[in-house]
C-alpha cells in the first residue's frame, strides 16, 4: 500500500521560499502520542511523588511508632520482672511469718506452676500482656488473703499473750505453794489448792493479764475475792483480800489494780491466796508466774 504523507508548508513574513515538509502519517501518529505521554507524565508526576511523600512519612511515624512501643515493651517487661521479684520476697517472707505463728496452710498462698500459655485470639502481644496482668492479679489477691489471714492470726495470738496470766499479782514472798500441805489451821494433810504470797496490808493486787471481772464479792473460805475471766480458757482468782477495787462486769487490762491485800475469811495473816483455773481446771499459779512487773 503507499505511505500516506502529511505536507506542512511554511511560510515566512519575508518575500523567501516557502518551505514545505512531508511527514509520515504513522510520524505524526507517534509525535502525538509521545507528546501524550509527556503531558500526561507532567500531570502525574506531582501527585505521584506527593504520594510518594506521605507515603514516606507514614513509614517514618510507624518506625518512630515501632521504636516507641518497643522501649514500652521493654520497661513493662522490666516491671513485671521487678514486680515478680518482690511479690517472690513477699511470699518468702510471709511463709516465714506462717511458719513462726503456727501456720501450716495458708489460705492465699497456691503452690508454683506454669506451662505454655492458651491460643489468644486477636493481638498476641495484647494476650501477653493480659495474661501477664492476669498472673500478677491473682498473686497479689493470694498474697492479700494471706496477709489478711497472718494479722488475723497476729491479732489473736497478741490477745491471747495479753490474757494469759504470766506476771506476779503483788510483790511479796511465798509462804505456801500449790499441792499437799498441813493446814495452818486444823493441822489436818490438805490438798493447797493455790499460792500464797505473804504481801503488807493494803499492798496492790494488779490484773496478771487482760480479762473480764467475773465476780467481786465475799465468801466465808475466801474473805473478799476476785474471779477473773480472761478467755482462752483461763480463769484467775484472789482471796482474803482487804478492799475490792473492780466490780462484777469491769474490763481489766494487765497491770490494772482490782483489790488491796488483807487478811479476810479463812486466814492467819495478811497475804493473796492466787489461783490460776486451765479449761476449768485448778492448776499450779507458779507456772504462770513472772518476775512480777
Known amino acids: 500500500m503507499p505511505r500516506k504523507f502529511y505536507t506542512i508548508f511554511i511560510l515566512p513574513h519575508a518575500h523567501a521560499r516557502f518551505r514545505k515538509l512531508h ?52 520497661q513493662f ?3 513485671i520482672a521487678t514486680l515478680r521479684d518482690r511479690l517472690d520476697t513477699f511470699d518468702s517472707r510471709t511463709q516465714r511469718l506462717a511458719s513462726a505463728l503456727g501456720i501450716r496452710e495458708m489460705q492465699g498462698l497456691e503452690p508454683a506452676a506454669g506451662g505454655p500459655p492458651d491460643a489468644v485470639p486477636g493481638d ?18 493470694g498474697l ?13 495470738r497478741e490477745q491471747m499473750l495479753a ?22 489451821i486444823t493441822g489436818k494433810r490438805v490438798f493447797h489448792q493455790g499460792l500464797d504470797i505473804v504481801a503488807p496490808v493494803g499492798a496492790v493486787v494488779r490484773a496478771p493479764g487482760d480479762g ?3 465476780r467481786a464479792t465475799r465468801t466465808a473460805g475466801y474473805g473478799k475475792m476476785v474471779d477473773l475471766s480472761h478467755g482462752f480458757g483461763y480463769r484467775t482468782r ?22 488491796r491485800v488483807g487478811s479476810t475469811g479463812r486466814s492467819t495473816g495478811p497475804h493473796l491466796h492466787y ?17 512480777g512487773k
Do not use: C
Request: charged share 25%; aromatic share 6%.
Open 124 to 141: 498476641p502481644v495484647q494476650g501477653l500482656l493480659d495474661e501477664e496482668l492476669e498472673s500478677l492479679s491473682v498473686r497479689t489477691d
Open 275 to 291: 489461783e490460776v483455773y486451765r479449761e476449768g481446771a485448778r492448776v499450779n499459779p507458779w507456772t504462770y508466774i513472772g518476775d
Open 77 to 79: 517487661e522490666t516491671s
Open 23 to 74: 511527514l509520515s502519517r504513522n510520524f505524526v501518529i507517534a509525535l502525538v502520542a509521545l507528546v501524550g505521554v509527556v503531558l500526561t507524565a507532567g500531570l502525574v508526576s506531582p501527585h505521584l511523588m506527593l504520594k510518594v511523600r506521605a507515603q514516606s512519612e507514614q513509614v517514618a511515624r510507624l518506625e518512630s511508632e515501632r521504636n516507641r512501643l518497643q522501649a514500652e515493651n521493654e
Open 212 to 214: 473480764v471481772v467475773t
Open 238 to 259: 484472789y482471796g482474803h483480800l482487804s478492799e475490792l477495787l473492780v466490780k462484777a462486769g469491769q474490763k481489766v487490762r494487765r497491770g490494772d489494780p482490782i483489790g
Open 144 to 156: 492479700e488473703q494471706s496477709l489478711e489471714q497472718l494479722a488475723d492470726t497476729w491479732e489473736e
Open 163 to 184: 490474757s494469759t496470766p504470766s506476771v506476779m499479782p503483788v510483790r511479796g514472798w511465798f509462804s505456801d505453794g500449790y499441792g499437799w500441805r498441813k493446814d495452818p
